[in-house]
């Protein structure tokens, strides 16, 4: 596969028309709301709802079957009963109807007959040259064209990662969890039973999806192995993937067999394949979106070393600690760093790394000066700081000085903006990865600024350090890869001159 | 001690009446903050700004010495420069006050010169009998009795959590972050540089205070280990105690003594501290409060067994590996389960433990009937259950059934507040500990009012689950320790018996 448009998930992620089964004008159903929350996100191309009876469906032309349609669809969706996917399949291969989402469950992973459909619908696909995502999937998103094939509706934003699931929820259930960290989906893939189209597909067109910085993986079993890890090699010496394995455990091996139906394998053989492959590995959700996060959205740290900034002692030493613990380093600052802090640290803070300011007589100090030193410091390759600015730190003290609420509220606004502003600016010129620490609310002004502004805030040091840890880990892993296949290809090629 | 008010820290932390140095008018200044707060908060004793110039500091009547103060107040506040604070600790001696709070640095924790000064804190102090918290801290909140001296105003709630701190930035900037929990401090001490009090004279004060029901400790180094030890013995067995330790890796540990001057060990020699002392380890900020939450709110769990409720296979299957990992188990269901689960969950559903409903006919099922079935069986020591309930998921079906959308606001919010008050039932009748967690935001209808009702929600299953095994691994070492205590006890007695 060379070109983006060569993977079957090309047109499933980019329809230019879609053949919707399944929705109708009762609410209560799945189908509809798949449909509804397709049409809310806006999608720009001609949808066709098919639907045995109604002439409209959520204000759309329905059509009784797929032949009627005037044109041949890109995509066919399926929200059917269980027993009735098949044939509808089978109607949308005669139309010339060549990708497909089966969104529909009861196939392998109920066992029993459930292995029978799955191998029909298979063989449906294959004897029309369909490719399909599914079944017991939940579809797509892509909120780059404004496609958004769940039940879930949300505004989601365009963003820059790009997830593959063998869990439905993990596309669904978490536009909200990104939003608040200002991420969103390039596009995100609900696998279901992978009967046609697995994980490797995914992995291949969101390797060349142009939108897609980093590539998030939730795994409960991998059917082909190789083909993953070759996969896996071609992509991350230039873009990272980030894999959540679940089926380790034999309590998660249980659950991962009943949900999808793929057979887990031993934890130590996925971190083999991982290691292997350069792929990051995550153990909860959190850490997946955190390591995405930091992987997709800062520049590479040229080693391990860590230069912390706090106004407070305990902040400083929990963040020192966790970075200990992650295998990072926090090293003493250079003779020109401390010279040029001198001004800033009064006799009660530290100049020790983690740098403990105490208390800026120019409150703004703490968000341009004090980081610009030691950002730029010549032992540190990356940035993290400690913050502590509700809203109320700033807007009371106007208040007490005789300004009205509302302009106290609107100028801290403003100061808290335009800290934020100095901030992005340095993680821009000094270019290392920056990453801030909060035990306040990420929806604060100050934490959500500094998230607008791709400087990532996390609600522990403990989380900092490990996503600085999985971009060091990422770093060495690529490098690895990208010489030993560097060099086996130049053997080959030489082998190749040799031979001829 | 038998009495909590024969602690040293109980006048400290229930005081009728104090005498404030280092306040003002000037409203740059921490004094004034932290008297601000005090003022803020609401305390209903009496404070005595001592000002050598205002008249009236704050609207309070000053007074140019301690001495001229109309009575003899319970506690001295001092948050003067450095080099002043002796002079007025000596003249509050010969007030006759016997309890003080050393909010100033610059002692022991700066070095050089710093530890002279700190010695003379302490001599003045032992001359007048006076006992302080301090220096280099940042004070003491009680919500209880509306007392905090910290320069950070909150409307703190009074709750369960008794904190003793080597960082003043735990006692005051976590107001929020409990909040969001609805947990609030019992009583919080931040000891600084602990030159009187310390931290075993806080545990052993929370140990016996009333309102206390779990006592968190973030500690850098133990001074006294063997006294910290003995009391943690005593209190563990029928209290929960966690603690955050930070000096144990190489950073951690330069991080730690330059913060508040101990000395820290290796991280294995304070691992056996705690696990002699019966004391539940955490291991970051967000660990320590989230193991209050559990150990201070839910029955203790008879075992290590967890059922876990889902409605899709994901977000079970993090679980059961979250679980696999803290060493809990998630065994089969029992038969009897297993037919009462029958009419609630479909055949796309799994009954095995996760058990995944996929789609409930009756929403409410899935907070009433499928939790009373589950927490009930016979195989389970604990429960924990997803959620995905944003509010728009009642409002928006509303909104489409005709409803105007602030009548559907309304309804959507009763109908989430009966699931919560249903599950709180459930908990309740049950006697088992009782979690949930979510991908959304806990501000969120639903989840805040489950927290409102004492069910903590958590953001990651991961962090259930870690949350879980602290209350096992609580319930084994308070056992231990009280058949070890017990029976050494009964010995001596025996052995008293004998000689007699």
Same mark, same amino acid.
């Given at each position: 596969?060379?070109?983006?448009?060569?993977?079957?998930?090309?047109?499933?992620?980019?329809?230019?028309?879609?053949?919707?089964?399944?929705?109708?004008?009762?609410?209560?159903?799945?189908?509809?709301?798949?449909?509804?929350?397709?049409?809310?996100?806006?999608?720009?191309?001609?949808?066709?709802?098919?639907?045995?009876?109604?002439?409209?469906?959520?204000?759309?032309?329905?059509?009784?079957?797929?032949?009627?349609?005037?044109?041949?669809? @890109?995509?066919?969706?399926?929200?059917?009963?269980?027993?009735?996917?098949?044939?509808?399949?089978?109607?949308?291969?005669?139309?010339?109807?060549? *990708?497909?989402?089966?969104?529909?469950?009861?196939?392998?992973?109920?066992?029993?007959?459930?292995?029978?459909?799955?191998?029909?619908?298979?063989?449906?696909?294959?004897?029309?040259?369909?490719?399909?995502?599914?079944?017991?999937?939940?579809?797509?998103?892509?909120? *780059?064209?404004?496609?958004?094939?769940?039940?879930?509706?949300?505004?989601?934003?365009?963003?820059?990662?790009?997830?593959?699931?063998?869990?439905?929820?993990?596309?669904?259930?978490?536009?909200?969890?990104?939003?608040?960290?200002?991420?969103?989906?390039?596009?995100?893939?609900?696998?279901?039973?992978?009967?046609?189209?697995?994980?490797?597909?995914?992995?291949?067109?969101?390797?060349?999806?142009?939108?897609?910085?980093?590539?998030?993986?939730?795994?409960?079993?991998?059917?082909?192995?190789?083909?993953?890890?070759?996969?896996?090699?071609?992509?991350?010496?230039? #873009?990272?993937?980030?894999?959540?394995?679940?089926?380790?455990?034999?309590?998660?091996?249980?659950?991962?067999?009943?949900?999808?139906?793929?057979?887990?394998?031993?934890?130590?053989?996925?971190?083999?394949?991982?290691?292997?492959?350069?792929?990051?590995?995550? *153990?909860?959700?959190?850490?997946?979106?955190?390591?995405?996060?930091?992987? &997709?959205?800062?520049? &590479?740290?040229?080693?391990?070393?860590?230069?912390?900034?706090?106004?407070?002692?305990?902040?400083?030493?929990?963040?020192?600690?966790?970075?200990?613990?992650?295998?990072?380093?926090?090293?003493?600052?250079?003779?020109?760093?401390?010279?040029?802090?001198?001004?800033?640290?009064?006799?009660?803070?530290?100049?020790?790394?983690?740098?403990?300011?105490?208390?800026?007589?120019?409150?703004?100090?703490?968000?341009?000066?004090?980081?610009?030193?030691?950002?730029?410091?010549?032992?540190?390759?990356?940035?993290?700081?400690?913050?502590?600015?509700?809203?109320?730190?700033?807007?009371?003290?106007?208040?007490?000085? &005789?300004?009205?609420?509302?302009?106290?509220?609107?100028?801290?606004?403003?100061?808290?903006?335009?800290?934020?502003?100095?901030?992005?600016?340095?993680?821009? #010129?000094?270019? #290392?990865?920056?990453?801030?620490?909060?035990?306040?609310?990420?929806?604060?002004?100050?934490?959500?600024?500094?998230?607008?502004?791709?400087?990532?805030?996390?609600?522990?040091? @403990?989380?900092?350090?490990?996503?600085?840890?999985?971009?060091?880990?990422?770093?060495?892993?690529?490098?690895?890869?990208? &010489?030993?296949?560097?060099?086996?290809?130049?053997?080959?090629?030489?082998?190749?001159?040799?031979?001829?």
């Amino acid at each position: 596969m060379d070109s983006i448009e060569d993977s079957p998930l090309y047109r499933i992620a980019n329809p230019g028309s879609i053949a919707f089964f399944g929705a109708s004008n009762s609410f209560a159903s799945m189908g509809t709301s798949c449909l509804s929350s397709l049409l809310s996100m806006g999608y720009e191309g001609r949808v066709y709802p098919v639907h045995p009876s109604e002439e409209t469906v959520q204000g759309l032309s329905a059509f009784a079957s797929v032949e009627e349609i005037p044109e041949v669809p @890109d995509l066919a969706i399926f929200v059917l009963p269980t027993k009735i996917v098949c044939e509808a399949l089978e109607q949308c291969g005669k139309k010339g109807i060549r *990708h497909a989402i089966v969104v529909t469950a009861g196939f392998r992973e109920v066992g029993g007959e459930g292995h029978e459909r799955e191998r029909e619908l298979v063989e449906v696909a294959d004897r029309y040259g369909i490719r399909f995502l599914g079944p017991n999937c939940i579809g797509v998103t892509n909120p *780059h064209v404004k496609l958004n094939t769940t039940f879930m509706e949300s505004p989601a934003r365009p963003g820059y990662v790009g997830l593959a699931s063998q869990s439905g929820s993990f596309v669904t259930q978490l536009f909200d969890y990104l939003d608040a960290r200002a991420l969103g989906f390039s596009a995100a893939f609900s696998v279901g039973n992978a009967a046609n189209v697995d994980l490797v597909d995914c992995m291949e067109y969101l390797g060349r999806c142009p939108n897609t910085k980093v590539i998030g993986l939730y795994i409960e079993g991998i059917a082909r192995g190789r083909a993953f890890v070759e996969a896996a090699r071609r992509i991350t010496p230039r #873009k990272p993937v980030v894999a959540l394995y679940v089926g380790g455990s034999e309590t998660g091996k249980r659950a991962g067999m009943s949900h999808t139906g793929t057979m887990a394998g031993p934890d130590r053989l996925y971190d083999g394949i991982f290691r292997q492959s350069g792929i990051v590995r995550a *153990h909860t959700l959190t850490e997946l979106f955190d390591f995405c996060w930091v992987l &997709g959205g800062l520049p &590479g740290p040229a080693g391990n070393r860590v230069v912390v900034q706090t106004h407070s002692g305990g902040p400083g030493a929990t963040a020192a600690d966790s970075c200990g613990r992650a295998g990072l380093e926090v090293p003493p600052l250079t003779e020109t760093t401390l010279s040029r802090l001198a001004e800033y640290i009064p006799h009660t803070g530290s100049k020790n790394n983690p740098v403990d300011i105490t208390f800026s007589k120019n409150p703004q100090d703490y968000f341009s000066a004090v980081p610009e030193i030691l950002a730029g410091d010549a032992n540190a390759d990356m940035f993290m700081s400690y913050y502590l600015v509700p809203d109320n730190m700033v807007k009371r003290p106007l208040m007490r000085m &005789g300004v009205p609420e509302e302009e106290a509220g609107r100028k801290a606004a403003e100061w808290l903006v335009q800290q934020a502003d100095a901030l992005a600016g340095i993680m821009k #010129k000094v270019g #290392k990865p920056f990453v801030g620490y909060t035990y306040r609310d990420l929806w604060e002004c100050f934490p959500s600024e500094m998230v607008k502004r791709g400087i990532p805030m996390f609600s522990d040091p @403990d989380r900092a350090a490990r996503a600085l840890a999985a971009m060091v880990r990422y770093m060495r892993m690529a490098d690895r890869i990208d &010489g030993q296949d560097g060099a086996a290809a130049k053997q080959d090629q030489q082998v190749g001159e040799a031979a001829s």
